[in-house]
């Protein structure tokens, strides 16, 4: 039960939120982006306007309107709706949610949906004691997530949910949510008189990375920082907006997809001899703060897999530059590594040793480990020697002619593996 005082707070809060929070869309018409989900006639959207979706996982970067979809559900759904978040939750709160949703069910025949936000945050276990609620109705699941559902959902649990991809905005969709926060009177800044030029409004939209968040935390901070006692009126240009937006951080997470995206996205572009590619994603790496080792240890392996003997030297290059790496560290060896990019990247390539020890692989998992022919074993004691270890070997040094002899198992005579 709600005194005078949780009312007065519960104001403050909404009159005193950040912008971004304030003009969070409270209808589907509303929503900028993800016109393939919910746009006009889309299934997503049907359902969603007849009250019968399904559990489901919203995956999707930062910014992209998980949150504020599940919101419009909410307000748009007959059932109970409770929203937890997996960083501040855990079973006891579950354990109460099912106690009510059952008695919700029993009594009212009300359904009830539970949104986890951060999804991927619980552990396996609390993951698991969601399943038999989630098969049987007691509760319709909506988790949100920025990582991989594949990856950090439970497979059991992700077999009962549908999984929805949400994008990242467009710069046009940004510059559209942009605008209403510096036009709506109630929720942004329409009560002022905020000045800004077309071109810095695309500015601040592509900057942002798909990112609403950013755009309006930009924004706010911006005027906020620029507004004068008593003046109405704020002039906003694009030197006010790059220092308000103070980008240090780049869409780009160590122990997730992205960062596999990303270093995956480096290999194929030196793969397909573009250096310029290649230099770009190097950057994108380094300077979202990735460990330069782990990037150095990575060419070292590209320097053999995807160029080999091909050029010799690359294997010298990239083993020189983590070496440079480990006694330089950032920001000293960025452009270590960047030579050691650029040159894999313009190297003759050739995965002729990757695919022979492949087959290598192959040979040794699908025959059985013949022994060592007797004219190769060592023969260190005269029993060995007695036994035929070493007889017949030729050793190459004392002949100026070639020499034939066999250096592989009886069964694998002949057999090519580097071709």
Not at 201 to 225: H, P
Not at 234 to 252: G, S
Not at 281 to 299: F, K, Q, S, T
């Amino acid at each position: 039960m709600q005194d005078l005082f949780d009312g007065k707070l519960n104001n403050d809060l909404a009159k005193n939120a950040p912008l971004a929070d304030r003009l969070r869309p409270e209808s589907l018409d509303e929503f900028e982006g993800q016109e393939e989900l919910i746009g006009v006639g889309k299934m997503f959207r049907n359902l969603i306007q007849n009250d019968e979706i399904p559990s489901m996982i919203f995956w999707g970067p930062p910014g992209s309107g998980k949150t504020t979809l599940a919101r419009i559900i909410a307000k748009m759904t007959k059932s109970e709706f409770i929203q937890l978040s997996a960083t501040a939750s855990g079973l006891a709160d579950l354990r109460k949610i099912v106690s009510a949703a059952q008695s919700g069910r029993k009594f009212n025949n009300r359904r009830t949906i539970l949104f986890i936000d951060e999804i991927h945050r619980w552990n396996k276990s609390q993951q698991d004691s969601l399943l038999p609620y989630v098969e049987n109705g007691t509760i319709t699941l909506i988790g949100a997530t920025t990582e991989n559902p594949s990856f950090e959902v439970n497979s059991a649990l992700l077999s009962r949910s549908r999984v929805f991809v949400l994008k990242s905005l467009a710069a046009e969709n940004i510059k559209n949510i942009l605008k209403r926060a510096i036009s709506d009177k109630v929720r942004g800044y329409g009560a002022l008189d905020v000045q800004i030029l077309e071109k810095t409004l695309d500015y601040l939209s592509g900057v942002a990375n798909g990112d609403a968040r950013i755009a309006l935390n930009a924004l706010e901070f911006a005027v906020k920082a620029s507004r004068k006692e008593g003046q109405k009126m704020i002039q906003l240009n694009q030197e006010t907006i790059r220092e308000a937006l103070q980008k240090t951080h780049l869409l780009y997470d160590r122990a997730g997809e992205e960062h596999y995206n990303i270093i995956s996205a480096l290999h194929k572009s030196m793969r397909g001899s573009d250096a310029d590619a290649a230099l770009y994603w190097l950057g994108r790496m380094l300077e979202a703060g990735e460990d330069p080792l782990y990037v150095a240890r990575r060419l070292v392996r590209f320097a053999s897999e995807d160029i080999g003997l091909a050029d010799p030297q690359a294997l010298v290059q990239a083993t020189t530059a983590y070496t440079a790496c480990h006694y330089l560290g950032m920001p000293e060896c960025n452009v270590i590594l960047a030579q050691a990019v650029a040159y894999l990247a313009r190297a003759p390539k050739s995965n002729a040793l990757y695919i022979a020890y492949g087959e290598v692989q192959r040979d040794i998992r699908e025959t059985e480990n013949e022994p060592v022919p007797l004219h190769l074993r060592n023969a260190p004691t005269d029993l060995m020697k007695d036994l035929g270890y070493g007889k017949g070997y030729k050793y190459n040094p004392n002949f100026k002619e070639p020499i034939h002899q066999d250096y592989l198992p009886e069964k694998l005579k002949g057999r090519k593996y580097l071709k």
